[in-house]
């Protein structure tokens, strides 16, 4: 290949990583943060109202959207469930790992889930009314059941006792639901030293 040819090579490089965004990629993007606006919009109504409070123009006027964006995006409302559930999920797994590179992972596991429960309860309400409700539809069983893996996951890296992960995960998943019931907020060092006892 010619000098003249490879410098032609490498300008044409250039060029294209200074183009313009392309109108395709503005769309997708303006898609994705219309998607979620809708996902945080519907988590928001669970927190006040519950499940039964979620429709597709509530959930586009809380977004601030125009009015058909939540049907656009989300054909049925356990599309939009749904996708609520996995969004909320993703959070979480992104906090699970995070916990999982500390220098200790039960503690830090410890820690970020009473904080999350102390700053964050009424969306944690909202999760577990997710979660229930995909017991009532086995076509999200499937979703619901993230949480489980991606906290069996992390479990697993502490022991490689399947029996004490079971019972971790069940721990941890009761726990969270007393308190919720109770009012009560779990204490960051039992709930550590608990585990540490299980494992």
Same mark, same amino acid.
């Not at 219309?34 to 919009?41: F, G, K, M, N, P």
């Not at 999982?100 to 904080?115: C, T």
């Given at each position: 290949?010619?000098?003249?040819? !490879?410098?032609?090579?490498?300008?044409?490089?250039?060029?294209?990583?200074?183009?313009?965004?392309?109108?395709?990629?503005?769309?997708?993007?303006?898609?994705?943060?219309?998607?979620?606006?809708?996902?945080?919009?519907?988590?928001?109504?669970?927190? !006040?109202?519950?499940?039964?409070?979620?429709?597709?123009?509530? #959930?586009?006027?809380?977004?601030?959207?125009?009015?058909?964006?939540?049907? $656009?995006?989300?054909?049925?409302?356990?599309?939009?469930?749904?996708?609520?559930?996995?969004?909320?999920? !993703?959070?979480?797994?992104?906090?699970?790992?995070?916990?999982?590179?500390?220098?200790?992972?039960?503690?830090?596991?410890?820690? /970020?889930?009473?904080?999350?429960?102390?700053?964050?309860?009424?969306?944690?309400?909202?999760? $577990?009314?997710?979660?229930?409700?995909?017991?009532?539809?086995?076509?999200?069983?499937?979703?619901?059941?993230? /949480?489980?893996?991606?906290?069996?996951?992390?479990?697993?890296? /502490?022991?490689?006792?399947?029996?004490?992960?079971? #019972?971790?995960?069940? $721990?941890?998943?009761?726990?969270?639901?007393?308190?919720?019931?109770?009012?009560?907020?779990?204490?960051?060092?039992?709930?550590?030293?608990?585990?540490?006892?299980?494992?």
């Amino acid at each position: 290949m010619s000098g003249g040819a !490879r410098g032609h090579v490498r300008e044409t490089g250039q060029d294209a990583a200074l183009a313009p965004e392309q109108p395709t990629d503005r769309r997708r993007a303006k898609g994705e943060r219309a998607r979620r606006a809708l996902l945080e919009a519907t988590l928001a109504i669970i927190e !006040r109202e519950g499940i039964a409070g979620v429709t597709h123009r509530r #959930v586009t006027r809380a977004a601030g959207l125009p009015a058909t964006s939540a049907a $656009y995006h989300f054909g049925t409302i356990n599309d939009l469930l749904e996708a609520t559930l996995l969004f909320a999920d !993703r959070e979480a797994a992104h906090a699970l790992a995070a916990c999982g590179r500390d220098a200790d992972p039960i503690a830090a596991f410890s820690g /970020w889930l009473v904080q999350d429960f102390t700053d964050q309860r009424p969306r944690i309400i909202a999760e $577990y009314e997710l979660f229930l409700y995909a017991a009532r539809v086995p076509a999200i069983r499937p979703s619901a059941r993230r /949480w489980l893996s991606d906290l069996t996951a992390l479990v697993q890296t /502490w022991t490689p006792d399947r029996r004490a992960t079971r #019972v971790i995960c069940a $721990y941890v998943d009761g726990l969270l639901l007393h308190a919720l019931v109770s009012g009560e907020t779990p204490d960051r060092h039992d709930m550590e030293a608990t585990i540490r006892a299980l494992i």
